[in-house]
């Protein structure tokens, strides 16, 4: 798993339900081709990755299903909230991940948006699903590690 520092810039929106259902593999930074009005309501961090993913059509790579609300102010210039969005990426990543989605029955699944600077960066995973045990296993690893720190915080009190 390539393990990136956390985003520099403000974040807009996580997608935390996709850390619980997949294995991360690999992840990549990645532009959002947006329209003026949905980087408005960005900044006001109005967006959902809830049942976004991703998908190579033509040699270019597109979100589906991502929801970033309309402009309360931006009238006739709206755009619709759930259209599909273009995703900025080298040719040669490109490639690499389709392969690896064609070969190995991976997905890609966009994990967090955020700003860098004054553009707006989507970080997309490559993932495996997990299985109900994997799941069940990390539910019980994450309680026992709860146990732990409180465990120490009581004798650390003392």
Same mark, same amino acid.
Do not use: W
């Given at each position: 798993?390539t393990?990136?520092?956390? %985003? /520099?810039g403000k974040? &807009?929106?996580?997608?935390r339900?996709a850390?619980h259902?997949?294995h991360?593999?690999e992840?990549?930074?990645?532009?959002i081709?947006l329209r003026g *009005?949905?980087?408005?309501?960005?900044?006001?961090?109005r967006?959902s990755?809830?049942?976004?993913?991703?998908?190579?059509?033509?040699?270019?790579?597109?979100?589906n299903?991502?929801?970033?609300? %309309?402009y309360?102010?931006?009238?006739?210039f709206?755009?619709p %909230?759930?259209?599909?969005?273009?995703?900025?990426?080298?040719?040669a990543?490109?490639?690499?991940?389709?392969?690896?989605?064609?070969?190995?029955?991976? *997905?890609?699944? %966009?994990?967090?948006?955020y700003? /860098?600077?004054?553009?707006?960066?989507?970080?997309i995973?490559l993932?495996q699903g997990?299985?109900?045990?994997?799941?069940?296993?990390?539910m019980?690893a994450? *309680?026992?590690?709860?146990?732990?720190?409180?465990?120490?915080?009581t &004798?650390?009190?003392?």
């Open positions: 798993m393990v990136r520092k956390k %985003p /520099s974040i &807009i929106c996580d997608n339900k850390r259902e997949y991360f593999l992840l990549f930074e990645a532009g081709e *009005t949905e980087v408005k309501s960005l900044r006001f961090g967006a990755l809830q049942d976004a993913y991703c998908r190579v059509e033509n040699g270019e790579m597109y979100v299903n991502m929801h970033i609300s %309309p309360e102010m931006g009238n006739r709206n755009h %909230p759930k259209r599909p969005r273009r995703l900025l990426l080298h040719k990543e490109i490639r690499r991940i389709y392969a690896k989605v064609r070969e190995k029955g991976l *997905t890609v699944i %966009p994990v967090r948006m700003f /860098s600077g004054q553009r707006a960066k989507l970080e995973a993932a997990k299985k109900l045990y994997d799941k069940r296993n990390d019980i994450k *309680t026992a590690q709860r146990e732990v720190e409180r465990h120490l915080k &004798i650390q009190n003392v």
